[in-house]
Structure formats: C-alpha cells, structure tokens
C-alpha cells in the first residue's frame, strides 16, 4: 500500500538522523572505557587468611582518627575539626568490611596514595591516611575484622553517606558534608533562624577545609542520574582517573553490591518519578490505542464507498 | 440592519444565527471546506502540529506555575520542585520538553512534504511564507525555552548564539550586551527570555497560525499529484451525492476522521517518547547547574538547529556568518527560486527529483555533523555538506528554468 511506503520512507530518514545525533555522535564525543565489574584488577589477589581477633587488635589503630560505630567506637573529633586536620572528615568504618571491595581494602590499608589513585595529588604533602598495614597478613586480618562487624542489611542512603556523602553534597535530599540539615524554624519575633545560621557556619567552614583539600568543591549529586550515563557513573567510581584523568577524586573501591547500593540512592533522588513513570505510561498508551482504534472506525465508516 | 427575531430563545439555534452567522461559519470553515481526495497522511501534519502546539502549551501553563525566572532559582525550581515535589510535575516536563523536540521533527516533515508536491506554487506562495514564519519563530520560542532552566548548555548555548550578534568582524560588542542585556548572560538576560517564551512568542505563534489557515483557505491544499482541482465543480458533484466521482471530500467529518486517526498514531508515538525514552529530548548537559566558571567540552544545540549550526561552523569567521544567514533565510524564497510551472510530485519532475533527494540526505548529514566534534574527516564532511547546501540553492533557479512542462500543466 503506497501510504505505508510513504510512512516507511519518513520512519527511515527520521531513525538515521536520530542514530545520528544521538548513538553515533555520542559515541564519538564520549571516549570509551572499558568497565571492569569492580574486579580491581590492577591489584594482586592477597593470599593471606584474615583473622578477625587479629584484626582487631590492630584496628585499635584506627580509632584514633575514624569513629567504629558497628564497634561502639565513637568519633574523636566533629566533622569541622576533623576537616581542619585532615581536609576531609575520615569516614566510620563500621561498613567497609561490606562495601568495599576485600582485594582493594588490604591493598589500601597497606599503601594508601596508590591504591586510591590519588599519587599525583600528594606529591609534596602527605596523603591524611597512613599506611596501617605493614605485611598482606596484618591487611588481611583487618579486613577480616571489618567483615565480622559489618551489618548485614545496608540501606542505600547509608551507603552514599559513606562511600560519597563526606565531599559531595545532595541538596535535593538535604544532605551536607557533615550530616543532614536540621530541621529548624526562625525565631517568630526577629524571623532569624539562629540555628540555621550555625549549621550553616560548621557548613561554610568544612566546605572551606574540603576545597583546600580537594582543590575544588566536589559537585553536588543531587541529579547526577540525569547529568551523567550510567556506563560513565560506573566506570568513573571504578577508577576515576579513567574519565578524568588528574581528577582528585579517589578510587573508593566500592565492591559491585556497595556501587549498586549508592547508584540506587542516587536514582532515587536524582530521578524520583521513575517509579511513577513506569506505572502510569501503560494507562497512557493503552488510552491511545483505544482511542487510535475507535478512529480508525470512525475514518472507515466515513471513506467507505469514497474510491 | 439585520432582521432580529424578537421571539426567538437566547441561545437557541436562530438566536445564536441571527448575531454569530453559526451555520455560515461552519460551513465555510468545515463541511464545506473542501479538501481533495487524492492524498495522503502527510496532509495529516498540519492537524499533529497543530495538537503538539496544543500540548506545549497545556503543559506549558502547569510548568509556568511552578517556574521561577530568577538565575539563583530557576534550576532547582525545574529540577527538584516541577520534577519531585508537585504531583505530575515530571510529567508535565517531560511532555512539554519531548514535545518541543518532536513538534520540530513534525515541521521538518511538513516542509519537505510540502516541497516534495511542489506545495509552495502557483497561488500557494503565501502559505509556504506564512508556514516559514512560524518556523522562524518556533525556533525562537524552542531557543528562549531552552535558556529556562538554566542549566550548563542554557547558559554557554546563550553566550554563543547571542555572541554571533556581534556579527563577526564587524564586532559589534554593543549590540551582544544590549540583547543580554549584561557582559554575560545573567538575570536580565533571564527574566527577558523568559518573557519571551512565555508570552511575546506564544502570541506570534497564535497569530501566524491564523494566518497560516488563512492563506490555505483560497488557494486549498494541494494533493498527491498536484493537480488543478475545480474546487465549485467537484463540491457540486460531492452534494449532489456523487461521492465517489467527486475529486473532493468536506473537511469536516470525511478529512477530520482520518486526520483523527493519525493524530492517534502519532499520540501512542508521542507518549511512548514521553514514559520510556525522553532522554533524547533533555540533553545530560543541561543537568549540571549553570556554571560561568566552567565551559562544557562540548557546546551543541539541540538536534533540530544542528544543519544550520554546521553550515556555520567549517568556514572561518565572516564567511562563516554569511552562510549560517543565508541558510536562515534561504527558505523563505523558494518559491520564486523555483522557476518551473509544474507542480508535480518532485519524482516526475526530472532533475528536481535528484535536487530535492540531495537535499533531504544533505541536511541529515548536516545535522549529524553538527554534533560531532569538528575534527579530522568530520570537519571535511561538514564543510562539504555545507557546500553542496549552498551549491543546491544557488543552482535551483537554472535547473526548475530547464525542466520540461509536464502534459497538462502551463
């Protein structure tokens, strides 16, 4: 029928120009890289079995600087002043042993700068975490400790909090560097909001701390979702100096559950409709094929006999 | 003075008659608003865009309510308040952004419909300029809009386009900052585009729609052969009850019920866009906050502007500027470039046949070309493409002058 070659002639031209501008050219803008599942391959297996009881003896370490709440260990500092020693806040460990992958996490514990990919920010300072462990069967050992406190079941904001929440703010879900905003209200009399104001000093002085740290502010990730491709999210946290190379972001060395983890929080608040979207898109459609085939009735009672 | 029936009922069939001429009205403007036969789906456009038209603006007045034209705001009032905290705000969005997109497709598709048929001739001039005009300004009101959420490419693709007023060389700085309004685009060059898109332009649209009806009224659409219908002969034989020797069909229900069934398809196409791939029409780019400090790797506009963007980009400045005009405004005159009397499917019309087909392939390549980075072989394919869309254009007059009068046509 002449109609439907007319029709395929238009649905032709118009999927090139869209394979076009859209598939190809962003193929050509975007350079490749290749992800690698989160396997840290660059970095030697650790053959050495870990002892938990080991562990934590030697993570008796730790708690000098990073709070261990999984280990009732609390924090030796607040986030501003830990951010004034260090440049950022150190995180609670209390959930590394589960999301951070155990390959990644001995190789860090013994060399830090290198593991983390952040050599090339620290060659004339140094890197704020020591190497804490001297040999693979003492990293092993922690490792193993930090296996044995972490909780089974991680939420994905929790998970955010930790692998991202220290330097990247997300304002769409009021979260700062240094913990939620607190819900406050304005004195009714003057309209001042007192509190407010503090937090926002802590706030302006951590963020101060964190830029001298970093070189610049981290981004918010609030829409990052929509800003970025899932395959750049996943192949930059991997390792970021893939896609941007001289960034001084670190290597985190999230595992494949803990990546999945923080990219669902990160959907979630980037792209909160997603789930109404996908309920409400089949009504839509199925309303327009009803309404499609009732037209198509109407348009042949209308041309019967017409030719 | 007209006869005023004083018993007749208020809004009754007479009384209505009497002060609003209700049955003259709707036979002029529908059941005997004539229409050929002899056509095909693609006559169906005009009624699509005018619904998408419709659909900007329905969803355009729910954003409306919810956007705030301030630089500091204006992002996280799109993208957090419109797009997660009012009901069906995403929704809203999403159909205004992709409807945006495709009502451009759909125009594209009007145009070379109307150029394939030779739709622009004898007795049609006004509708093509008429039709060129609203796409003139439908490129304004997608441009303004654009600048709205004042996201990274709102920004830097503000800063470029309002750059080429400096028309080149001539380097007329005064008049870049007198449209921005600042050295930079900021807060007044916000709150003015703003009231551009929402209501400067929406009211131009409004009116050269009207006008685009208006000059279709006389003249009629063409159809599928282009050939000379004696519209009063034709409807004569439609009332008299010859419905299938008539040439001719009413507007209204015979046009309208298949328009309707169109409108349809394009709808299921339409939300399919909509609920499960809207990210064609709302560039990653733009999710990153505006930022002065920080030019993207990649600046482009959006799909729809890509050809002409491209007949800029491969020549050096001037030259350059002279082309990009060229392509704005070369559209406007292709009715008297186009010498030849025939007005005929351009498939019968010898050498045009291959000039349109050039053309439609030239303006997809230059699009694509468009977005890429200009480097290497994609600098040489897009300075070719634009070439051979000037070359087309400067050789119309003298290949239409050569064709042949089709049998039939003076």
Known sequence: MKELKILAVVVFFTLVTYWGVEPYAHSVMHKHVEFKNFKYEDLKPIAAKGDPAKGQALA??????????????????????????????????????????????????????????VAHKFKNRPYPMPPMATDDQSAADLVAYFKSIAPKEVTPKEAY???????????????????????????????MDEEKLKFQEKLAQYKDHLVKYMGKLPPDLSIIVRARSEDFLKTFVEDPQSQLPGTAMPRVGLNKEGYELVFKRLEEVGDPSKPKREAVGPWVIGYFIIFTFLAYLWYKSNWKGLK | ????????????????????????????????????????????????????????????????????????L?????????????????????????????????????????????????????????????????????????????????????MVITNLFSLGSLDFQGLVEWIRGDYVPGQAFLGRFFMLHVVLLPLVI???????????????????????????????????????????????????SKDVFVLGIYFIFYFYLVFYHFEFAMDPVNFDPADPLKTPPHIYPEWYFLWSYEILRPFPKDPGLIAFGFAQVIFFFLPFLDR??????????????????????????LTVMGKVPPMGIYTTIGTVAAWVFILLWVALPFITKMEKPIRGQK
Not at chain 2, 152 to 158: C, K, R
Not at chain 2, 340 to 364: E, H, Q, T
Request: hydrophobic share 45%; net charge positive.
């Open chain 2, 206 to 256: 409004m009116a050269l729609i009207v006008l685009h009806f208006g000059t279709l009224r006389i003249p009629h659409v063409n159809n599928q052969d282009g050939e000379e219908i004696d519209f009063e002969a034709e409807a004569a034989k439609w009332k008299a009850g010859k419905r299938k020797e008539a040439k001719v069909i009413p507007f209204n229900p015979v046009f309208m």
């Open chain 2, 74 to 158: 204006a992002f996280d009032s799109v993208n957090h308040t419109i797009m997660g905290e009012v009901g069906y705000g995403w929704l809203w969005r999403h159909m205004h952004g992709v409807a945006a997109s495709v009502v451009f497709l759909i125009i594209y598709i009007h145009m070379f419909t109307g150029i394939y048929y030779g739709s622009y001739k004898r007795g049609r001039e006004l509708i093509w300029l008429s039709g060129m005009l609203l796409f003139v300004t439908f490129s304004a009101e997608a441009f303004s809009g654009y600048m709205l959420p004042w996201g990274q490419m709102s920004y830097w693709a503000g």
């Open chain 2, 340 to 365: 030849s009397p025939n007005v005929a499917p351009a498939n019968r019309r010898g050498i045009f046949k291959y000039w349109f087909w050039i053309l439609l392939v030239d303006m997809i390549v």
């Open chain 1, 161 to 191: 909090e930790f692998a991202c929440g220290r330097c990247h703010e997300m304002r769409y879900a009021k979260w700062t560097q240094i913990g939620e905003e607190p819900k406050t209200k304005p004195n009714i009399q003057t309209k």
């Open chain 1, 60 to 117: 008796a370490a730790c708690a000098g600087c990073h709070s261990i709440k999984a280990a009732k260990m609390p924090a030796p500092m607040d986030p501003v002043t830990a951010s004034a020693t260090y440049g950022v806040n150190p995180p609670d460990l209390s959930l590394a042993g589960k999301l951070l992958d155990e390959k990644y996490l001995a190789h860090f514990l013994k060399d830090p700068t290198h593991t983390a990919l």
């Open chain 2, 1 to 72: 003075m007209a006869h005023f029936d004083p018993n007749a009922k208020p809004f009754s069939h007479q009384w209505l008659n009497e002060r609003l001429a209700i049955d003259t009205l709707k036979r002029v403007l529908s059941t005997e608003y004539w229409i050929p036969k002899n056509i095909n789906f693609l006559w169906a456009m005009g009624m699509v865009l005018a619904a998408t038209f419709g659909v900007l603006l329905i969803s355009g007045i729910f954003l409306l309510m919810y956007y705030i034209p301030d630089t500091k």
